[in-house]
């Protein structure tokens, strides 16, 4: 019998046009462009300004211009998942809310939590609907507006973040490209370095969690750095190594954009060499469910068919993942 496998078969990203920069950022907290260039790669991001806007309003401008570029109608889509720690709201689920705004009806839709390895989670879920038939075309959303959960007086987390969408289209292909591989972790002990502490079941919002400002994106630096710079690299070894490729055989790695340093070393790692990684943390800092989505559209030009494509991810939970797939277009 033919193997169905689930690929890719569109990309898009969008980015907000307000570009904040390092030189910004100096005069708002104690930074220098040096510090953060030194210690992230991060030299710009974009931030979704205006009253009313939200992740989906992101999301929605990156799933028309993809329904448009690949000439799907909207009634064609089967679901929808959002990958996403920043909702519209804690219910209902953004992918709902983007179906709304897009015209998808025939769909069913939910958020996936897995902070930056969401876009990862959410590839795999929806590859499975489509690989056994029960989906024939799926969108997979990353977005994420993090600027709505950053503290811009703090300088530990205010130089990382930034806002973006990207939708991924998934169909069915009896050829030997799309999804290959995929090894998925996570580990909720990693929680207390990084979370956001309010505005949960645990700690609903109120006065005191607004002025001890427990909505905004809590994070230990170091002891994610060493977990995401160890995970991430060996995730992206372990999948190669059990499908015997060779760092010869890989076109490119696609790494969350976290850090600059954690992307080197999944890198090294792998033996491959810089060229063959898709790096723009510089412009766009991490956009959380966005990073991945962003890379791939970038790059969607000097991809081609049949070409490896490793992607690797580390995120908050802990959570972290590689997928395998070879390029469909
Ligand atoms: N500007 C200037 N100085 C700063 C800044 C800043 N923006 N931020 C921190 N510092 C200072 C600290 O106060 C500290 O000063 P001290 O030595 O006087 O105490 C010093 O710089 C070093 O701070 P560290 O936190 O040790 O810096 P580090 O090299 O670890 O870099 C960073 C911090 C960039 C956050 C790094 O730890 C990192 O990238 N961690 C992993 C991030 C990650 O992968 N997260 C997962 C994905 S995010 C998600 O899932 C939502």
Redesign the pocket.
Known sequence: MTRIRAAITGIQGWVPPYILTNKELEAM????DE??MS??GIKERHILKGIGLGTSDMAAEAVKALLEKTGTSPDEIGMVICAT?TPDMIFPATANIVCDKTGIKKAFGFDMNA??SGLLYALVTASKYVETGTVKKAIVIGADKMSSITDYTS??TC??FGDAAGAILMEPTTEEVGIMDSIMHSDGSGRFY?HMKAGGSVRPPSYETIDAKEHF?F?E??P??KF?VTKMADVAAEIMARNNLKSEDISYLVP?Q??L??IDATARRMGVGTEQVMINIERYG?T?GGTIPLCLWEWENKLKKGDNIILAA???GFTWGSIWLKWAY
């Open positions: 907290v104690d930074t220098s510090w953060i210690r992230t720690v902070a930056c300088r530990e130089v990382l990084l994106v994070q630096g170091q994610v750095f995401a969350h976290a850090n340093r954690i991490n959380t580390f995120g908050g």
